[in-house]
């Protein structure tokens, strides 16, 4: 690993923790939080590929649990692991390898589409897939339910996608954090 990945790993996490100071809007019949970080899932993976988009979600999953307030609300420390947005918290760490892996599939032709795509498939639905059966696990509430109070954030997670996918896009055409070697390098 190069003193550029470090530097680019330790720089996501910290990027996870300024979209943590963004306040959450928390909806009143789910009351699960509507957080920017999710966001920072998808642009670490789209930005760094699968290994070092997953590596920076683990650093910044690793400062959380040691104590410190970088989720939304302030919030860290091991109590995080007991609520019923444990899935999606853990969920992270699936979510920025499979928006990665999508995305150094597609760089050779990577366009809004497929990075939007790739942030869809990785920051959505794999995200979803870990979060919803934790809810049903820990609140007790059956999957059915959980799936469709789930549903809630579906259009605001889309247009965090989108944005995501328009930054790494961008980002990919000015300053390609990730290239066609070290991408076939990660996977």
């Known amino acids: 690993m190069s003193t550029r990945d470090i530097v680019l790993i330790a720089l996501f996490a910290a990027l996870m923790a300024v979209l943590g100071a963004f306040p959450a809007i928390t909806l009143?019949?789910?009351?699960?939080?509507?957080?920017?970080?999710?966001?920072g899932v998808m642009l670490a993976g789209g930005m760094l590929g699968a290994r070092r988009g997953t590596l920076a979600i683990i650093l910044f999953i690793v400062l959380v649990l040691t104590g410190l307030p970088l989720l939304s609300g302030g919030?860290?420390?091991?109590?995080?692991?007991?609520?019923?947005t444990v899935g999606f918290f853990l969920g992270w760490l699936p979510a920025a390898f499979v928006t990665?892996?999508?995305t150094e599939r597609f760089l050779p032709r990577?366009?809004?589409v497929t990075a939007f795509l790739a942030a869809v498939v990785g920051g959505i639905v794999?995200?979803?897939?870990?979060?919803?059966p934790a809810i049903t696990l820990i609140a007790g509430v059956p999957l059915?339910?959980?799936a469709?109070?789930?549903?809630?954030?579906?259009?605001?997670?889309?247009?965090?996608?989108?944005?995501?996918?328009?930054?790494v896009v961008t980002v990919a055409k000015a300053y390609p954090l990730m290239d066609a070697r070290s991408a076939r390098r990660a996977g």
Request: hydrophobic share 55%; with cysteine.
């Open 28 to 39: 009143p019949v789910i009351g699960v939080p509507i957080t920017a970080q999710s966001m």
């Open 75 to 84: 919030r860290g420390g091991l109590a995080v692991l007991a609520g019923p």
């Open 100 to 102: 990665g892996a999508l």
């Open 110 to 112: 990577l366009n809004f």
């Open 126 to 132: 794999t995200l979803y897939a870990c979060g919803i």
């Open 144 to 146: 059915l339910k959980a």
């Open 148 to 167: 469709a109070g789930s549903m809630a954030f579906i259009p605001g997670d889309l247009v965090k996608a989108g944005l995501a996918a328009a930054i």
